[in-house]
T-cell receptor, first 118, second 111 residues
């Protein structure tokens, strides 16, 4: 079946612009995660949704970052007033298991959106 | 001190070699221990997981966990050029959900 898809795959933004990154998880997956991967680093957790509820946003680096999943399927990560330090690959992952559930280790990742802020 | 330490490499080996990849961690609350593989310009994919000390084998891959030393390893036997990728160790807390990744080790297997 279809995996996790993300769009756009590449985004170049001028410093100060707002951007919106989209994630289409695997159909029926209750859990959706956003991660940020800087060049040469492992992904770092940003935020977590269980269905439409945002249960953990402890990894969002500033109040310029905002995420939503209004109908419990597609999610959007929005970054306002982008800064150069926001340049990274933004990865979305989904799981059929909830936070704390057995099997939540099995997360399916999309290809990511590579954001470059100039 | 970082929660997870992983040698970033790069590591270059000839085809057929045995590869050993390692991570150390500091948090005793980790419940699940995983290895993800990430090809260039792709998202990570789960390779192996375990939740107990000891060895777990899957084909050419063996995952090893030593909770007393807070050390995990991934061994790849008879390495192939198609194994060339970045290997990420990952952990989840007890009752958690977010993956906590190491820095990743870039592996290149030369034909």
């Amino acid at each position: 079946g279809a995996g996790v898809s993300q769009s756009p795959r590449y985004k170049v933004a001028k410093r100060g612009q707002d951007v919106a990154l989209r994630c289409d998880p695997i159909s029926g997956h209750v859990s959706l995660f956003w991660y940020q991967q800087a060049l040469g680093q492992g992904p770092e957790f940003l935020t977590y949704f269980q269905n439409e509820a945002q249960l953990d946003k402890s990894g969002l680096p500033s109040d310029r970052f905002f995420a939503e999943r209004p109908e419990g399927s597609v999610s959007t990560l929005k970054i306002q007033r982008t800064q150069q330090e926001d340049s990274a690959v933004y990865l979305c992952a989904s799981s059929s298991n909830p936070w704390g559930g057995q099997g939540v280790y099995e997360q399916y990742f999309g290809p990511g959106t590579r954001l470059t802020v100039t | 001190q970082k929660e997870v330490e992983q040698d970033p490499g790069p590591l270059s080996v000839p085809e057929g070699a045995i590869v050993s990849l390692n991570c150390t961690y500091s948090n005793s609350a980790f419940q699940y221990f995983m290895w993800y593989r990430q090809y260039s310009r792709k998202g990570p994919e789960l390779l192996m997981y375990t939740y107990s000390s000891g060895n777990k084998e899957d084909g050419r891959f063996t995952a090893q966990v030593d909770k007393s030393s807070k050390y995990i390893s991934l061994f790849i036997r008879d390495s192939q050029p198609s194994d060339s990728a970045t290997y990420l160790c990952a952990f989840i807390y007890n009752q958690g959900g977010k993956l906590i990744f190491g820095q990743g080790t870039e592996l290149s297997v030369k034909p």
